[in-house]
């Protein structure tokens, strides 16, 4: 008997889980490895910024990357899953069936929240949805208003004001931006929003996004030929529909080995997953997310051994923000994401940054080229316990 092992999403965490799987159980032919993604292309989604401002991305291609391992690639919108079955169904109305899945499906904006920013807003969920933002800034002038103070409006109100000098940019939010940093570094950002001519409004609280303005609590709007919504990320929906438990932001909550509380033969990763550590909930990173998806793997294939999945254990070690293609900001932290002294801004975390993005894809080419090993990933953070 085979054991079916599918893969749901081809991002950070589940392309960790896929290439480890396949690392792992090459020389086994009672274990079977599909991955499942939405296109053939491998989506830098901690880039998507760039795209949204108009920049090409490198073209990472899945069947190049996984030729030879014997993954099985599978493209298709997933747009069901039966746990009960063990089925999951494909928008070309196929099913493939499992015995153990990983959930890897990232996440959506979440627009729940405020009325208007489903509708008028555009958002970073994907390729396709940061290049039709691209579009729409391809035309002259204007004004755009990034709703949300957090690292991922940060740079993509900076990466947008420095493609398009001729936009006026605001930055919306309730918290000042970078805020969980270090003075050094908060200073750092501060100054860099200042000289990119980003205006930044904190303090505030979004209620609605209207066709062509934001609307603030206390009757205030806000102007906006374009509105970037980049307010927190929540699970899509598919999760919950199927009746695996999810907690208020529709990510699949999961025990310490990773497997779903309500479904244990199916693991949740990256985004997509409410991973609790003592320190608390992991905020969504890639940082995080490719550990995940190594240990499910890892986990998967003990449990077939026949033994005890191990503990999930991971700390932050990073926060890295870019400031536009020539400025960026690095704070080192504490394995709970708080800020330790050290920062690097300015060129050498601009290299930094660049050198941390990149690693990714060319560490799962390494994982791909070393037959049986598995064992080059690292753990997480260098204070993983
Ligand atoms: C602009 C931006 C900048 C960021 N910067 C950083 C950073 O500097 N550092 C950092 O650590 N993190 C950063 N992040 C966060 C980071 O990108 C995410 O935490 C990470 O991508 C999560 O990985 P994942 O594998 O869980 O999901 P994803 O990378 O989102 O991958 C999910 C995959 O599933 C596919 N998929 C989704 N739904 C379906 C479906 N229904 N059917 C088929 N396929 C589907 C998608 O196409 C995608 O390939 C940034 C995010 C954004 C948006």
């Known amino acids: 008997m085979t054991h079916r092992i599918v893969v749901l999403g081809a991002g950070y965490a589940g392309l960790a889980a896929t290439v480890v799987l396949a690392a792992r159980s090459r020389r086994r032919d009672d274990v079977s490895v599909t991955l499942v993604n939405a296109t053939d292309r491998f989506t830098e989604r901690l880039r998507l910024h760039q795209v949204a401002a108009g920049e090409q991305l490198a073209d990472l291609r899945l069947p190049e990357l996984l030729v030879g391992t014997g993954v099985t690639l599978e493209y298709g919108w997933v747009t069901g899953l039966d746990p009960a ?28 929240g405020v009325p208007g920013a489903d509708e008028h807003a555009y958002a970073l969920g994907g390729r396709h949805e940061a290049e039709l933002l691209a579009h ?112 208020g932001a529709g990510r699949i909550v999961t025990d310490a080995a990773l497997r779903s509380v309500s479904h244990p033969d199916v693991y949740a990763v990256g985004d997509a997953a409410a991973i609790q550590q003592g320190y608390g909930l992991l905020h969504g990173t890639c940082q995080s997310g490719m550990p995940t998806g190594v240990h499910a793997a890892r986990s998967i294939l003990a449990t077939l051994a026949g033994a005890t999945p191990p503990r999930f254990r991971f700390g932050y070690y990073h926060t890295t923000i870019s400031l536009g293609r020539g400025d960026a900001v690095v704070q080192f932290t504490r394995p709970d994401g708080s800020p330790r002294r050290l920062s690097l801004t300015g060129r050498s975390a601009v290299r930094y940054k660049e050198t941390v993005s990149a690693a990714p894809w060319s560490t799962y080419r390494r994982m791909t080229r070393l037959p049986g090993t598995g064992s080059i990933w690292p753990r997480g953070g260098r204070y993983t316990r």
Do not use: F, M, N
């Open 85 to 112: 079955a063990r089925t999951v169904r494909l928008d070309d109305e196929r099913d493939l069936g499992y015995d153990t899945l990983v959930y890897a499906l990232g996440g959506v904006a979440d627009t729940t």
């Open 136 to 247: 729409r800034l391809a035309g002259p002038g204007g004004s755009v208003v990034v709703c949300g103070t957090g690292l991922t409006g940060v740079e993509a109100a900076a990466e947008i004001a420095e493609q398009h000098p001729g936009t006026t940019v605001t930055l919306l939010g309730r918290t000042e931006p970078g805020a969980a940093l270090g003075a050094r570094a908060r200073g750092h950002l501060r100054d860099a929003l200042r000289r990119l001519g980003i205006r930044v409004r904190t303090g505030v609280e979004i209620v609605k996004v209207l066709p062509d303005a934001v609307a603030l609590a206390g009757g205030e709007t806000v102007p906006a030929d374009t509105v970037l919504w980049s307010s927190g990320v929540r699970g899509a929906p598919l999760a919950a529909v199927a009746g695996l438990a999810v907690d």
